[in-house]
């Protein structure tokens, strides 16, 4: 009995918490590890700047890059405590130390000192952040990079890339 109940609450928890990150920004779901490294491989990277990735997850996007570009620092915002925990922990085992984690509403955020910002939101929330939110406040020259959605209605540089017809990912440049 108190199982069956346990169960039915945390499947409540669970299922409010998807849709909860939904609305957001989009549930969990890790951006493969070949196409981290097609985006490392696209971006001209510059020392001494700031790579923010917008719902970070498990801290996967940041810590991979983060092992290529030591002289880049990388700050993965994640709302969900579990994924934030687990980004923590991984974090501190590689022992790298340019990547800072942080526990937030990605959207509430700041981002005037942002030079790449990664999003992997969904087709509904993609043109609201990216365009809405991330762009008017960040500087000129900022790279936005959003997987697998394109923004609608974009005015500024945009470069699509595609290698196997199906994971696109966008580069945006301010
Ligand atoms: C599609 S996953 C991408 C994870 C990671 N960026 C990656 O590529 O592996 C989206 C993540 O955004 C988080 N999220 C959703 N809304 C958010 C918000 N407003 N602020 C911070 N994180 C958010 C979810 O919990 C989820 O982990």
Known sequence: MALALFTIVG????AGWVIYT?????PWFPTRKHDIDRIDAALAWRPDTLFYDLGSGDGRVCLWLARRHPDVTFVGVEMSFVLHAIAVLRCKISGLTNVRCMRADALRLSLLDADYVYVFGTHRTIDTIIRDKVVPQVKLGTHIISYNFGVTQWSGDEVCYDDDGFTRFYIYTK
């Open 11 to 14: 499947a409540f928890i669970f």
């Open 22 to 26: 939904v609305l957001f920004l989009a």
